[in-house]
């Protein structure tokens, strides 16, 4: 697997964009647990932000999982985050809309799981103008492959592969079902119990909060579909 992930890194453009060509930071906020920490990314995945990102895991405090909301941003971040992600074995939940980049950052993780209301946007490679090209196309072919790899369903590499630049195919319910993706917050428990701590000014962890990302919820039973410009 590792060759594997290497030699897919080495063939994609670093210059590549999944979606938005924004270069603003996404933020990245942790919150404390003694069970182990969440990292909350929000907003365009710029340059930098896989420095960030490594920075943040890599400290003392053990990150346990990612909480998502972004609309994507450059392919070559995203990848290196979702890679790490991965080696980490980082739960990933998506509160908001998580699309492009983001979406690679979700479907490669180990542990998956959704709000009642996410939306997962899937579509091709685009060079840093927005468009399709002989190398982008090659870059989507080669991340299809990569996501096979991954176990990624079909119907999701489909749309992908599928759906040009500017125009966005959002996965459904059987997508969501097929990637065995539990529609719940695991992380809920643990930014109660934070949030409590704090109010009490204690550090005393919650003996519940130990088990609460052990317990699974439901399949996911419902989803977003269809597209948008």
Same mark, same amino acid.
């Given at each position: 697997?590792?060759?594997?992930?290497?030699?897919?890194?080495?063939?994609?453009?670093?210059?590549?964009?999944?979606?938005?060509?924004?270069?603003?930071?996404?933020?990245?906020?942790?919150?404390?647990?003694?069970?182990?920490?969440?990292?909350?990314?929000?907003?365009?995945?710029?340059?930098?932000?896989?420095?960030?990102?490594?920075?943040?895991? #890599?400290?003392?405090?053990?990150?346990?999982?990612?909480?998502?909301?972004?609309?994507?941003?450059?392919?070559?971040?995203?990848?290196?985050?979702?890679?790490?992600?991965?080696?980490?074995?980082?739960?990933?939940?998506?509160?908001?809309?998580?699309?492009?980049?983001?979406?690679?950052?979700?479907?490669?993780?180990?542990?998956?799981?959704?709000?009642?209301?996410?939306?997962?946007?899937?579509?091709?490679?685009?060079?840093?103008? #927005?468009?399709?090209?002989?190398?982008?196309?090659?870059?989507?072919?080669?991340?299809?492959?990569?996501?096979?790899?991954? #176990?990624?369903?079909?119907?999701?590499?489909?749309?992908?592969?599928?759906?040009?630049?500017?125009?966005?195919?959002?996965?459904?319910?059987?997508?969501?079902?097929?990637?065995?993706?539990?529609?719940?917050?695991?992380?809920?428990?643990?930014?109660?119990?934070?949030?409590?701590?704090?109010?009490? #000014?204690?550090?005393?962890?919650?003996?519940?909060?130990?088990?609460?990302?052990?317990?699974?919820?439901?399949?996911?039973?419902?989803?977003?579909?269809?597209?948008?410009?």
């Amino acid at each position: 697997m590792a060759r594997i992930v290497e030699a897919a890194k080495a063939g994609l453009s670093a210059a590549m964009l999944l979606m938005s060509t924004s270069c603003l930071a996404m933020d990245i906020v942790r919150v404390p647990n003694c069970t182990g920490d969440v990292l909350k990314l929000s907003g365009d995945i710029g340059p930098g932000d896989f420095v960030r990102f490594r920075g943040f895991v #890599g400290a003392e405090r053990r990150v346990h999982g990612v909480d998502l909301d972004s609309g994507g941003g450059s392919l070559d971040e995203g990848f290196q985050i979702a890679m790490l992600a991965y080696r980490r074995q980082l739960t990933t939940y998506v509160s908001g809309e998580c699309d492009s980049a983001c979406a690679f950052i979700f479907l490669t993780s180990r542990k998956r799981y959704v709000s009642p209301n996410a939306r997962i946007g899937v579509h091709s490679v685009s060079n840093v103008h #927005g468009n399709e090209d002989s190398e982008t196309i090659r870059d989507t072919i080669k991340l299809a492959r990569l996501m096979a790899k991954h #176990g990624i369903s079909p119907s999701t590499i489909g749309k992908m592969v599928t759906t040009p630049p500017g125009k966005m195919s959002y996965l459904n319910k059987d997508d969501l079902a097929a990637l065995k993706v539990i529609v719940r917050n695991p992380f809920d428990r643990i930014i109660r119990t934070s949030t409590a701590q704090a109010i009490k #000014g204690t550090s005393t962890c919650d003996k519940g909060a130990s088990d609460t990302v052990s317990k699974e919820g439901s399949p996911a039973l419902a989803g977003s579909g269809g597209k948008k410009s």
